[in-house]
């Protein structure tokens, strides 16, 4: 006699389910039975989360501490500008202020960026702040957070920058890039 279609769908989930409990009750995850497997199943995990950290808060950043200017390219269309300055003061524990474009850094931070998750593009480091005001005041582009990642190199930065935002949807929401961006020191260290 044949099934109907129904019954032979929850014998395929009873099959499944009778599966998992049979791994558990024959004690593949048993902790008193295999102990070295749950230890080795947590080392796992506790590496897996702390690969996932894509940065490190420098403590001290004495080659980078001073004021930095300079400009970069600004890649987006929709932008009529076509460079955004920067002037950035960064303070040995690493805090970072100034402007960028016409906004000004709130609560900015260096850091460095794990090897574990470098994409290839070797930057070394990265700095996250909040804005406040226009990027680009002509325009009023405003965003709320943007991201520096750069490379020291001849004694400048060097790197690109992108904002808060959205892939797709309007100038008002998409992200802002920045490429080619390179920062002189202006003071001594």
């Given at each position: 006699?044949?099934?109907?279609?129904?019954?032979?769908?929850?014998?395929?989930?009873?099959?499944?389910?009778?599966?998992?409990?049979?791994?558990?009750?024959?004690?593949?995850?048993?902790?008193?039975?295999?102990?070295?497997?749950?230890?080795?199943?947590?080392?796992?995990?506790?590496?897996?989360?702390?690969?996932?950290?894509?940065?490190?808060p420098i403590v001290?950043?004495?080659?980078?501490?001073?004021?930095?200017?300079?400009?970069?390219?600004?890649?987006?269309?929709?932008c009529e500008r076509?460079?955004?300055?920067?002037?950035?003061?960064?303070?040995?524990?690493?805090?970072?202020?100034?402007?960028?474009?016409?906004?000004?850094?709130?609560?900015?931070?260096?850091?460095?960026?794990?090897?574990?998750?470098?994409?290839?593009?070797?930057?070394?480091?990265?700095?996250?702040?909040?804005?406040?005001?226009?990027?680009?005041?002509?325009?009023?582009?405003?965003?709320?957070?943007?991201?520096?990642?750069?490379?020291?190199?001849?004694?400048?930065?060097?790197?690109?920058?992108?904002?808060?935002?959205?892939?797709?949807?309007?100038?008002?929401?998409?992200?802002?890039?920045?490429?080619?961006?390179?920062?002189?020191?202006?003071d001594g260290k």
């Open positions: 006699m044949l099934k109907n279609p129904s019954s032979l769908a929850k014998d395929t989930n009873t099959r499944k389910k009778d599966h998992q409990w049979q791994c558990l009750r024959k004690g593949y995850l048993n902790i008193s039975k295999y102990p070295a497997n749950f230890l080795a199943y947590i080392i796992v995990l506790i590496v897996m989360f702390a690969s996932c950290s894509t940065t490190t001290s950043s004495r080659e980078l501490k001073g004021h930095w200017v300079g400009k970069g390219d600004i890649i987006v269309t929709w076509d460079q955004l300055n920067f002037d950035l003061y960064i303070d040995s524990m690493g805090g970072v202020s100034g402007r960028v474009g016409d906004a000004k850094v709130v609560g900015g931070h260096l850091f460095t960026v794990s090897p574990l998750v470098n994409t290839g593009e070797n930057k070394k480091y990265i700095i996250r702040a909040t804005l406040a005001g226009f990027l680009v005041k002509e325009e009023q582009i405003a965003r709320h957070s943007v991201s520096i990642r750069f490379e020291l190199a001849n004694d400048a930065m060097e790197g690109e920058m992108n904002t808060s935002g959205t892939k797709c949807g309007t100038r008002d929401s998409m992200y802002f890039k920045v490429a080619n961006i390179i920062l002189v020191r202006v």
